[in-house]
């Protein structure tokens, strides 16, 4: 249509095919911190989940964009995960969490569904022509919400960085691959086990899993200790 917001060229509906990344893959280029990398999106601010940059289309794509989600279809499963602008490249990027799916990922038909009523919503009130809408699910290692997804991901593997003070309580931090053993909310403490994964067992031939001491090394860390945690799939 004449009038519909611009689309990016990924996909029948100008989206990622797998919905699993985003098509300008630049914006993905980020540190573990969440710091941008990409140059020519510099102007997008890397470590806030909700970014308009005080734009007038950008808070009226994310007021569709919460309409949207609230359709009946979707029934409440979705929520915004991260939703940022660039003003330079005139590009809206939006990913989406499913809260009742064990890894928060939405399905094809799903994420479909949504850049359509999306798209149709825009349309319908006047969005600009030449701002091009990206919409993917937030990947499969994302990025945790401290401390909030700690208990939600219990089950799964993480990449943890945490603070360590095995050595006389000097601030330094380590990262390791880990599995939540148990965790109380209330106290806002965890207790971690090694994951029997290629990079903590370095020493051990292929097909051999952890030894002993491997197999046994706990880390109960409050959740405050821990600073950053992303998803882990590399098994």
């Given amino acids: 249509d ?37 140059e020519g999106d510099a102007d997008i601010a890397a470590d806030e989940a909700i970014f308009t940059a005080g734009t007038d289309w950008g808070e009226m794509a994310l007021a569709s964009m919460t309409r949207v989600l609230r359709d009946d279809e979707f029934d409440g499963a979705l929520a915004i995960f991260s939703f940022k602008v660039s003003v330079e490249r005139r590009r809206v990027y939006v990913s989406v969490d499913a809260l009742r799916d064990k890894f928060g990922s939405p399905t094809l038909d799903q994420l479909g569904a949504v850049s359509r009523k999306f798209n149709a919503d825009l349309e319908e009130n006047g969005f600009p022509e030449d701002v091009a809408l990206e919409v993917a699910s ?98």
């Fill in 2 to 38: 004449a009038g519909a917001p611009a689309d990016v060229d990924a996909g029948d509906d100008g989206f990622d095919e797998d919905f699993d990344a985003f098509a300008d893959d630049e914006l993905m280029q980020t540190n573990e911190a969440g710091e941008a990398l990409a």
């Fill in 138 to 235: 937030p990947g499969a290692e994302r990025r945790l919400r401290l401390p909030d997804d700690l208990a939600r991901f219990a089950e799964l593997p993480m990449r943890v960085t945490y603070a360590d003070r095995d050595d006389e309580n000097e601030a330094k931090t380590a990262t390791r691959v880990m599995l939540i053993e148990d965790i109380d909310v209330e106290a806002g403490v965890a207790t971690w086990k090694l994951a029997d994964v290629e990079e903590n067992r370095p020493q051990a031939k292929k097909g051999q899993g952890m030894n002993k001491k491997q197999r046994e090394w706990r880390l109960v860390a409050p959740f405050d200790d821990v600073v950053a945690a992303n998803l882990f799939v590399g098994f």
